[in-house]
């Protein structure tokens, strides 16, 4: 079953960049939100304002810079819960007559990169990531692009759910805001210069 370049009206968008997390006060600014927080940074770059609607998510239609001119990007937080934000990513493909996989942009949390470390990823597995695995049996690829926000894995005294439902320490919240900010610029770098220019000024060691 191929979702792309399928139903939905009007002229397709040309991005979809989707941040991971759960919905609710309880939730906001923990290690599972880290995706979230970068897409409303996106969207107040671009005063725009995230909106509940339809697909179960909050969405804000907007434009980037891109290569040729404008580019139209839905930017989005599905509010299903981490484990079913395919339900979500799956119904905005459609709507927004997304064409390609490459055109997926999900920003999430990552065990297995240090606190604060950002990378930029061209498909590849789901780490026992509960968030991908869901996108991935919804729109039957798992090669949509991943910015990958560092969150540590847990000590011993925690099990990884524990761990990523929690906030970030004290010390390490500043460094977090730093690579928020740095997750953005990685997400409208794709946009702009392509995910090859983004790996190459995200992935290289600073």
Do not use: C
């Amino acid at each position: 079953m191929n979702l792309f370049g399928r139903a939905g009206k009007g002229s397709p968008f040309d991005w979809l960049v989707v941040g991971l997390g759960n919905p609710g006060e309880k939730y906001a600014r923990t290690r599972h939100n880290v995706g979230e927080e970068v897409v409303r940074l996106l969207a107040q770059r671009r005063d725009s304002t995230l909106k509940g609607g339809r697909d179960n998510a909050l969405v804000a239609e907007t434009r980037f810079a891109g290569p040729d001119g404008d580019e139209r990007v839905a930017l989005a937080f599905p509010i299903t819960y981490m484990n079913e934000s395919g339900r979500a990513v799956g119904a905005m493909v459609r709507r927004y007559r997304i064409e390609s996989p490459d055109q997926i942009i999900v920003v999430h949390d990552e065990l297995d990169l240090p606190p604060g470390e950002l990378k930029v990823k061209v498909g590849g597995g789901l780490a026992g990531h509960n968030g991908l695995r869901s996108i991935t049996q919804h729109v039957h690829s798992q090669e949509y692009l991943r910015v990958r926000i560092g969150v540590g894995k847990p000590d011993s005294k925690h099990v990884g759910k524990v761990h990523v439902l929690a906030p970030f320490p004290k010390r390490q919240r500043e460094l977090i805001d730093t690579v928020i900010v740095d997750a953005a610029d990685a997400v409208e770098r794709i946009i702009a210069d392509g995910v090859n220019a983004a790996m190459q000024r995200y992935n290289t060691k600073r």
